[in-house]
């Protein structure tokens, strides 16, 4: 399965891991690379030294190539920024904003920069500061989300730019891949059927939410405050539309939510945390290694792609 994602990243299968805050660690980024994908370490909002730590320990669990995910609405963002200069990281993508006063410096260490963006404008910004691919992320995806679909957001993009483009939000199985590619995507971006792996270190309530999800099981919060973000429904949620609904501050409902991610990825609170997922989260109902989720998507595309061209390739 080539494309120029492949060619660009040096990759087996056009499939590229989410950087999910708190859960992309080094174990799921490197059983993601292991498997043929591009496994990314999350930044997030940890320290520089925490994330050395974990660049230098995923180069002993595998020798494909990986990459690191900067949040840029972070306070380390900068840190994390002259990081994978450091630690010679070859690949990063961004996300929740512009990356445009790094581009510089990782242009000059030879850094490929894939920012994720959520709207046209966005995309064709990235293409002029040089970014080598944009993953164009629809709003079915989990955690801070825009406002257009994967359907509407990809095609508008590939038409607005020439770099690769790679398709997230909604993504989780071959249906989804071959969907991507007909929309004219090099390639995807997973995240929700990542956080169902066996080598992703969530909560085992966290896992067992995303694997009982249906497909209206997810919500978003934060429309009012200009912050929408996308998890699955719990107490906290509620508790957050609730207030949102009457009106309250910016102020309160940020507090609410802080630590919540935290929450949930580390202790499974139920009551507490914010269980940030996708929309396709009801098409996911097994627990199952990373290699196995990614060779699935991969055969059930190719099967679905060679059928449909059967059913509609000739004859006009
Ligand atoms: O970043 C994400 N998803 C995230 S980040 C995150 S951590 C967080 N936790 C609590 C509140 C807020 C964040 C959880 N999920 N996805 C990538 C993404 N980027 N989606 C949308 C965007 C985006 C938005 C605005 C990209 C660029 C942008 O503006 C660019 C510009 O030119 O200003």
């Known amino acids: 399965m080539n494309t120029q994602i492949t060619e660009l990243l ?14 992309a660690d080094e174990h799921l980024a490197s059983a993601v690379s292991n498997a043929g994908g591009l496994g990314l370490i999350a930044g997030g909002n940890a320290p520089k030294e925490i994330i050395r730590e974990k660049i230098r320990a995923i180069r002993s669990l595998t020798d494909k190539q990986f990459g690191l995910n900067i949040m840029l609405l972070s306070p380390s963002a900068p840190d994390l920024a002259d990081l994978v200069v450091e630690e010679n990281v070859k690949i990063v993508t961004t996300g929740a904003g512009s990356p445009q006063k790094y581009m510089e410096k990782w242009k000059e260490n030879n850094i490929t920069v894939i920012p994720v963006v959520a709207s046209v404008a966005q995309a064709v910004k990235m293409e002029k500061l040089g970014a080598d691919a944009v993953i164009g992320e629809g709003n079915e995806a989990g955690g801070h989300i825009g406002e257009l679909t994967t359907m509407t ?11 690769p483009v790679i398709a997230a939000g909604g993504i989780a199985s071959g249906e989804g891949m071959a969907a991507a590619f007909m929309l004219g995507a090099q390639g995807i971006q997973c995240g929700t059927c990542f956080l169902a792996s066996d080598e992703c270190n969530i909560h085992p309530k966290y896992k067992e939410m995303v694997v009982k999800a249906s497909d209206i099981s997810t919500i978003v919060t934060g429309r009012s405050t200009g912050h929408p973000v996308r998890c699955l429904k719990s107490p906290l949620i509620r508790r957050y ?9 910016f102020e309160t409902l940020e507090q609410l939510t802080t630590g919540s991610l935290k929450n949930a990825v580390t202790e499974g609170s ?3 945390g914010s269980f940030m997922a996708g929309q396709i989260a009801g098409l996911i109902h097994n627990i199952r290694p990373c290699k196995e ?4 998507i991969v055969i059930r595309t ?11 390739g000739g004859g006009i």
């Open 10 to 23: 040096g990759i087996k299968y056009p499939i590229i891991q989410g950087g999910m805050a708190w859960v």
């Open 153 to 163: 957001l990809i095609p508008q993009i590939v038409k607005a730019v020439t770099i």
């Open 241 to 249: 539309i609730a207030l949102e609904k009457e009106g309250e501050s």
């Open 270 to 272: 139920y009551d507490e």
């Open 293 to 296: 989720i990614i060779e699935d």
């Open 302 to 312: 190719q099967k679905i792609i060679a059928e449909k061209s059967k059913q509609f």
